[in-house]
């Protein structure tokens, strides 16, 4: 039913995301898994997300790259989530987009970041995710803590009242 691969993929990032901030020095061996996989794009971790529909295994895999401050590899498969023609899963194309908004924040490109954001937080509102919105919503004010404000050079974060208000109009919505 579903390849080896795609399981190994969704099972490990699952486990390492669960297990993130537990204190546990005891890690799942993430790097080795990590390390062992194919190309972003590769197909067999494409699989149908039956049982996961709110995240893909790519969008997971992602999200360990991030963890792990591997924020190249986290960009390369959090946009091929996007990119993909076949991708029809809007939470999980949303929750890549916070995957790329956080890596371009961590790199100081808080204008591709604010972009990334609000991509992420017009495609949940489209299609009326609302805990992918306000999750949306609040990853963008928590990177713009401390970055430029505005549109000039590197800015376009909101500011510390503009995120407040977004949080709450997002919360005010459910």
Not at 81 to 106: K, Q, T, Y
Not at 112 to 128: N, P, V
Request: hydrophobic share 40%; charged share 20%.
């Amino acid at each position: 039913m579903f390849h080896s691969l795609f399981l190994k993929a969704v099972v490990c990032a699952s486990f390492t995301l669960a297990s993130a901030g537990s204190g546990n020095d005891d890690d799942v061996d993430t790097a080795s898994w990590l390390d062992t996989l194919p190309i972003e794009d590769d197909r067999r971790c494409t699989e149908m997300s039956h049982g996961f529909p709110f995240a893909s295994a790519r969008t997971l895999v992602a999200e360990c790259f991030e963890l792990h401050g591997r924020t190249d590899d986290a960009l390369r498969w959090a946009r091929a989530e996007c990119a993909d023609p076949l991708v029809h899963n809007a939470p999980s194309m949303s929750r890549a987009g916070r995957v790329i908004g956080r890596c371009h924040a961590a790199r100081g490109e808080h204008s591709l970041s604010a972009a990334a954001f609000d991509a992420s937080i017009g495609l949940a509102r489209t299609g009326r995710y609302l805990v992918s919105t306000l999750l949306s919503v609040r990853a963008r004010a928590v990177a713009g803590r401390g970055a430029p404000v505005g549109g000039g050079a590197g800015g376009g974060q909101w500011t510390e009242a503009e995120g407040r208000e977004q949080v709450s109009a997002a919360v005010g919505q459910m």
